[in-house]
């Protein structure tokens, strides 16, 4: 758990990650505080990019504000395909996969949930529309499309 909350402020930084960590740091008998830290710093999983941008994290960041407050989002979006749209999301959560973020929104433009890589977003724009939070099954989602 030590080594997990150490790797994921690699990728974002919220106040939690650090306290939980020393909260558990602080559990580890003195004599044994050595052999602790010899195990968590065995493993280390950077999971951004390299060249990882300051831009990136705030994005990551103001994306995550949306979410808290069940804010929508707007932002240009460019395919893989290479077409611009500007898209109205109702923003649900960030997610890494093999080194990229992307968003699990819900799009309405779309009408249906999609993911966006963070990377082809430009000029995001937290709205003052909110949203009632539709249910969704993480362990469900296509994570292998």
Known sequence: I???????????????????????????????????KHQTEKW???????????????????????IDRLSTISFTYTSASGETLLRETEPYTLVCKAGHWYLYAYCL????????KLNRMKDLAILHQTFIRKDIQLDTLPWDK
């Open 2 to 36: 030590a080594s997990a909350l150490q790797s994921v402020s690699s990728m974002y930084e919220p106040i939690s990650h650090s306290t939980a960590y020393q909260k558990i740091k602080h559990l580890i008998p003195e004599q044994s505080a050595q052999a602790f």
């Open 109 to 116: 433009v779309r009408n249906d949930f999609r993911f966006f």
């Open 44 to 66: 280390f999983i950077d999971m951004t990019a390299w060249g990882h941008t300051e831009d990136q994290k705030a994005l990551r960041e103001k994306i995550s504000a949306a």
